[in-house]
């Protein structure tokens, strides 16, 4: 199973970063597989811990492949990156290993903490819309522009039906970046 969260990281410098990234979970381990060239993949390898953020704000997995990843954040409990602040739960995680491969190593992680600030209330069809077409977006390069247009007409269809201000934004935020990514625009 492929769960859709936040990953926060940080280089030796204490710079934070956030991603997007669907981890995998087996058994009592996390299971985390950035593709090359990756600053999540650079900073597990300088530091060995991570965040994993549960989030329902699709504007942040929107906001982090457009740009926009100056969310708030606060300390975690027990390790050095800190929490994502509109996470409705988090994982702290210690890398134990990674095995390497060209393409997408595997980044092998426990949790050393886990903790619930929110309830999550389930995601509504333009929530998920937003999600799918953020993981377009992080594929544009790997995808047809013909598989692009017929993924976003079926997303569409549930979106305008559900869609709040905060997926309105995020949805916005996403077909720029397509149509830039269309028209050869460098962001």
């Not at 710079?15 to 597990?44: C, W, Y």
């Not at 492949?65 to 975690?76: E, H, I, K, S």
């Not at 903790?115 to 999550?120: L, T, V």
């Not at 993924?151 to 970046?177: D, H, N, P, Q, S």
Request: proline content about 4%.
């Amino acid at each position: 199973m492929i769960q859709e969260t936040i990953v926060s990281t940080h280089n030796a410098d204490g710079i934070v970063h956030l991603a997007p990234m669907g981890i995998h979970q087996h058994e009592d381990k996390i299971i985390i597989l950035p593709f090359r060239p990756s600053t999540t993949l650079d900073n597990l390898r300088d530091s060995h811990v991570a965040v994993i953020n549960y989030c329902d704000d699709v504007r942040v997995f929107a906001g982090c492949l457009t740009g926009r990843r100056n969310w708030p954040l606060r300390d975690a409990e027990k390790i050095s990156t800190p929490v994502l602040a509109c996470a409705l739960a988090h994982s702290e995680l210690e890398v134990l290993d990674i095995e390497e491969h060209p393409v997408r190593p595997k980044v092998i992680c426990r949790a050393v903490y886990q903790a619930n600030h929110a309830p999550f209330n389930g995601f509504n069809r333009a929530q998920f819309a937003v999600l799918e077409a953020a993981i377009l977006v992080s594929r544009l390069s790997m995808l047809s522009a013909e598989k692009i247009a017929s993924e976003l007409a079926y997303l569409r269809i549930g979106f305008e039906k559900t869609a709040g201000e905060r997926e309105c934004e995020a949805w916005a935020w996403l077909m720029t970046a397509i149509e830039d990514f269309s028209s050869g625009v460098k962001s």
